[in-house]
């Protein structure tokens, strides 16, 4: 196995195991309240699924579907974010409407609920996946590509 074979390997099992913790997470946290809680438990399952699939039998097509659903859990972080931050802040203004913008702003920041930051691991599994399949092997049919995830 060449080093870029073995680098493609780590990343991938860093990939599904940020997957899985996360989801974990998200599932022992009841983070399924609304529907915009479901958009990080549909990714991952489904980023799950074309794993799987991209494990049985790589082929150019499982690996676009892997890079477009990476892009999407890149998008997908900065927009928890802001929802994170847009239920923090509410709640801020619902106790106490007189506060200035900047106290509301750094309790938001550091308030444990909702965490604020926590949707950028979204982001970062993203990023992970997109290194993962760039230039992958499966997209030119190249030999051994079949192998990939190993």
């Known amino acids: ?3 870029l074979s073995t680098v493609r390997t780590w990343l991938a099992a860093v990939l599904l195991f940020g997957l899985a913790g996360t ?9 399924y309240e609304d529907g915009w809680q479901f958009v990080p438990l549909f990714l991952i399952v489904v980023a799950l699924g074309v794993l799987i ?15 477009a659903l990476m892009a999407l859990f890149v998008m997908a972080g900065p927009i928890g974010v802001g929802l994170h931050f ?9 106790i106490d409407r007189s506060q200035p913008g ?7 920041m ?14 970062l599994l993203g990023l992970v996946g997109l290194v993962y399949s760039y230039r992958h092997p499966a997209l030119t049919g190249s030999v051994g590509a079949s192998r ?3």
Not at 23 to 31: D, G, K, P, R, T
Not at 102 to 108: C, G, R, S, T
């Open 1 to 3: 196995m060449n080093t």
């Open 23 to 31: 989801i974990v997470e998200l599932l022992l946290l009841e983070h």
């Open 53 to 67: 699939w991209h494990r049985a039998r790589p082929t150019a097509a499982n690996v676009r579907a892997l890079q």
């Open 86 to 94: 847009r239920g923090a802040a509410e709640f801020q203004l619902e």
């Open 102 to 108: 900047w106290d509301v702003f750094k309790k938001v």
């Open 110 to 123: 550091t308030a444990k609920a909702p965490p604020v930051l926590a949707p950028g691991i979204m982001m």
């Open 148 to 150: 990939e995830m190993e």
